[in-house]
């Protein structure tokens, strides 16, 4: 056939058509999105791009629940403002269709007994794949790096009230837009901060990689709840805990326990958040080993765990120059700070539901 009769057979033009209009899409379904766009540099080449809808987390709703914690007060444990926040705590959680379980433990701090509650919000109970979040909600009773008032109680609003924000939020944003295939736990530790911070060599207790006595005066809901879960042998895909993750100034390296124990999801949370533009904050170094609540869940459960924490400065001042002062208030809480790791939390999240974390 000469090339002019050729372009004249309608025939062939139909079958061309049809060509374009049915194989070419169907082809273009064994090369996904990311054969097409090179991946960014920091993408592990190894997984798949898949495009899950994650809903939008309002720095500003998570901002206002900081304030409303820090209006109660400092929520030292056996303290009535303490008692309000847990009762407001249990509320909200309600209020965004989770079942809640208060757990009432007596914590011996090195300065005496006292009355402590672990708040338990389980999303779909019912799910055996669960993914677990956390925070401690209770605040330091001491301000013992401040030059003032350093025998009163501290508002912790970024050391305390800015996880227990994002988790709030996070709550709302699952009751809103409901996911499939997994159950969600948010355990709000007590008692996290009532620790001796005292050590003879002026560095941080909580720095130290070590068991002592003075290790174990920290943490003593997480450590109470992975002694007796809420459920005998409760367990988790994986755990996150936030401490410390609204401060103006705040960067994440990647905390040294977590690196240990849980390397792949630490991976993949610091990949997203460089994926999202938040690598200039998830720096990509190592932040050394912090004393935290999921060290003791990781040892009693084996639950792998990722600590997100600020660690902005290296020791002695590494959590940042208001920590354990009385200028953890308000005015230090950015709500950018809380929404990047709200929208890093919640893509995890979504993408863990979706199978494509
Ligand atoms: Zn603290």
């Given amino acids: 056939m000469a090339l002019a009769s050729f372009l004249r057979n309608k025939r062939l033009w139909l079958v061309l058509l049809l060509l374009a209009a049915f194989v070419i899409p169907y082809l273009m379904r064994f090369f996904p999105d990311s054969t097409l766009h090179k991946p960014a540099a920091s993408e592990p080449s190894t997984v798949p791009r898949v495009q899950v809808q994650v809903p939008p987390f309002s720095a500003d709703s998570a901002f206002a629940f900081v304030e409303k914690q820090v209006s109660f007060g400092p929520r030292v444990p056996g303290t009535p403002p303490h008692k309000k926040c847990a009762a407001w705590l249990v509320g909200e959680f309600r209020r965004f269709g989770l079942d809640v379980i208060e ?126 879960p809420h459920r005998p042998g409760y367990t988790a895909q994986f755990g996150v805990l936030l401490d410390m993750v609204g401060a103006r100034g705040a960067l994440f390296p990647r905390e040294g326990y ?35 609540d999921h060290v003791f869940v990781m040892r009693g459960l084996r639950i792998p765990m990722v600590n997100i924490i600020s660690i902005p400065n290296p020791p002695p001042a590494a959590f940042g120059a208001h920590h354990h002062t009385h200028n953890d208030n308000l005015a230090v809480i950015d709500r950018n700070v809380l929404g990047m790791v709200g929208h890093v939390v919640a893509t995890v999240l979504y993408r863990t539901a979706a199978g494509a974390l």
């Fill in 103 to 228: 757990q009432p433990f007596v914590a011996k701090t090195y300065f005496g007994p006292r009355d402590a509650v672990n708040i338990i919000a389980q999303y779909h109970p019912e799910r055996p794949n669960r993914v677990l979040l956390c925070a401690h909600w209770d605040s330091r009773h001491i301000a013992d790096k401040d030059t003032k008032d350093t025998e009163k109680a501290i508002l912790g609003a970024d050391d305390g009230g800015s996880g227990v924000a994002v988790l709030l939020e996070l709550a709302r944003m699952l009751q809103q837009h409901p996911v499939e295939g997994i159950g969600v736990d948010f355990v709000l530790f007590d008692a996290e901060d009532l620790g001796d911070d005292r050590s003879e060599s002026g560095q941080s207790v909580m720095m130290q990689a070590s068991n002592d006595q003075k290790t174990l005066t920290w943490c003593l809901g997480s450590q109470h709840w992975a002694r007796t």
């Fill in 258 to 292: 977590s690196a240990q124990n849980a390397p792949a999801i630490q991976n993949r949370i610091w990949s997203i958040a460089q994926e999202l533009g938040y690598g200039g904050f998830f720096v990509d170094r190592p932040g050394g080993f912090i004393t935290d």
